[in-house]
């Protein structure tokens, strides 16, 4: 594929992509009227999110192993048909089963994009561009999950929350557009899968989700029982789901550690931010939401600029300065707590910048260093350890917002919530640390170009 061929494939990507991030975080604002409506429990209405989330991410690992063995273009158009269908089935839902099996549905195509973020970069942008265009897929990904509960709180208001599913219908407008411009692959034969090994690994991931969510043991142990039962099947299936080659490359290896530390330094980022706004300045959510949106408009504004860096200077490069950055805003969130609100905004620049570069610069490395058969489960296997990552370190942090020990921490403010705060982002300092060593101590590679060796980025 020739330069403007690459940038329409990663433009028509990032049209489909909205939909799927829309599609979870606009619901979040409408649970109670959806209660309301059909009269069941906040609980129960929280299914329709919280039900989305881990088939959501086991999807997207599955669409990772399936695009190592089927075109990309043909598994992009099945999803979107799908994710159509269930969107007009939750739009036209008479009772509370229905709306869930339409989200169910829904769920089986969203899960295919994430998966897609990553996969249509690796698979078609030559190495020297890809960062750039790695970039702009998360930018894209990061504006979109920034302005869902705002779309989704006005379409909620001012319409109806059934109107969402409207929203969701649209993806099926870039149907014809993906068929006609997407590259027609050869040489896949639709081979066979490891069914036995995709459901061990799927419900042993669930069940760690799950014993997150609902703080309970016995789920975690389940799924402790299933990963080793998935490991050992490994061993002795023909085709593993998961090739034990992967996690033999050094580089990878270290990759999915590096990605849970920034995924988790986000995440902390995320939640911690707004609750330290309102216990600290007694803010209400709309002014929180005001003082949170600069840093995260920042993070995706510039994520096509980190892709270039990283294109230009070396993914090595963007990632020690990711780091460098995401640990100057956690010391500079936690110096500031307590001062000018606004000044918490400058901060939050500096630590979302940091981390929209880490994610950027190591996709980019990540799929340099896959052979071209395991792309696909490559990159699917590290955006769900990202994705479970999140959900159990974010309620660590929320959890350890109610510990008074971190205030010891604190040596600017010794007492109170604000010292707790202060306390807990000086603790976070410590992940940014972690990547820097594990760069630092990751050589980097040797590769021919032609007669010539020369040492990767």
Request: glycine content about 14%; cysteine-free.
């Given at each position: 594929m020739d330069a403007h061929s690459e940038k329409t494939v990663i433009r028509l990507l990032c049209c489909a992509l909205p939909f799927s991030v829309l599609n979870i975080t606009m619901f979040n604002v409408a649970l109670p009227e959806i209660a309301g409506e059909f009269r069941v429990s906040p609980s129960a209405a929280a299914w329709v999110v919280t039900g989305f989330a881990p088939l959501y991410s086991v999807g997207s690992l599955l669409y990772g192993k399936l695009a190592d063995i089927y075109p990309v273009r043909r598994l992009l158009m099945a999803a979107i048909a799908i994710f159509g269908c269930g969107s007009l089935l939750g739009l036209f839902a008479f009772n509370f089963p229905m709306l869930l099996a339409g989200r169910f549905v829904q769920t089986v195509g969203a899960s295919c994009f994430p998966a897609m973020a990553m996969q249509v970069p690796s698979r078609f942008v030559k190495e020297e561009r890809r960062g750039q265009a790695l970039g702009v897929v998360s930018?894209?990904?990061?504006?979109?999950?920034?302005?869902?509960p705002i779309l989704g709180g006005w379409i909620a208001e001012w319409f109806h929350w059934r109107s969402l599913f409207?929203?969701?219908?649209?993806?099926?407008?870039?149907?014809?557009?993906?068929?006609?411009?997407?590259?027609?692959?050869?040489?896949?034969?639709?081979?066979?899968?490891?069914?036995?090994?995709?459901?061990?690994?799927?419900?042993?991931?669930?069940?760690?989700?799950?014993?997150?969510?609902?703080?309970?043991?016995?789920?975690?142990?389940?799924?402790?029982?299933?990963?080793?039962?998935?490991?050992?099947?490994?061993?002795?299936?023909?085709?593993?789901?998961?090739?034990?080659a992967l996690f033999r490359n050094r580089r990878y290896s270290k990759g999915l550690i590096m990605g849970s530390l920034s995924s988790s330094t986000n995440i902390s980022v995320t939640l911690l931010t707004p609750l330290a706004l309102h216990h600290v300045y007694g803010f209400h959510s709309g002014l929180i939401g005001l003082i949170m949106f600069p840093g995260a408009m920042s993070a995706a504004l510039l994520g096509k600029f980190g892709g270039k860096l990283a294109d230009r200077k070396g993914s090595r490069f963007v990632m020690a300065l990711a780091a460098a950055l995401t640990a100057a805003g956690l010391l500079a969130l936690s110096a500031s707590l307590g001062a000018w609100p606004w000044l918490l905004a400058a901060c939050l620049i500096l630590a979302n910048c940091g981390s929209n570069f880490m994610q950027t610069a190591l996709a980019k490395r990540i799929s340099v260093g896959l052979a071209p058969e395991h792309v696909g489960i490559g990159m699917?296997?590290?955006?769900?350890?990202?994705?479970?990552?999140?959900?159990?370190?974010?309620?660590?942090?929320?959890?350890?917002?109610?510990w008074p020990a971190f205030a010891a921490l604190n040596p600017i403010h010794p007492h109170g919530q604000l010292a707790v705060f202060g306390g807990i982002y000086l603790a976070l300092c410590v992940l940014p640390l972690c990547t820097a060593g594990l760069i630092w101590g990751d050589r980097p590679a040797k590769k021919t170009l032609g007669n010539k060796e020369v040492m990767e980025r």
């Open positions: 930018a894209t990904l990061a504006v979109a999950g920034g302005f869902g409207l929203i969701s219908i649209g993806v099926v407008l870039t149907l014809p557009f993906i068929h006609r411009h997407f590259p027609r692959e050869t040489g896949k034969n639709g081979g066979g899968i490891d069914l036995a090994g995709a459901g061990l690994f799927g419900l042993s991931a669930i069940l760690f989700m799950l014993s997150v969510t609902q703080a309970d043991a016995r789920l975690a142990a389940a799924g402790f029982a299933l990963l080793a039962a998935f490991l050992f099947q490994q061993r002795k299936a023909a085709q593993p789901f998961v090739p034990p699917g296997v590290f955006g769900l350890t990202n994705f479970l990552t999140v959900g159990m370190f974010g309620t660590v942090v929320t959890k350890a917002a109610e």
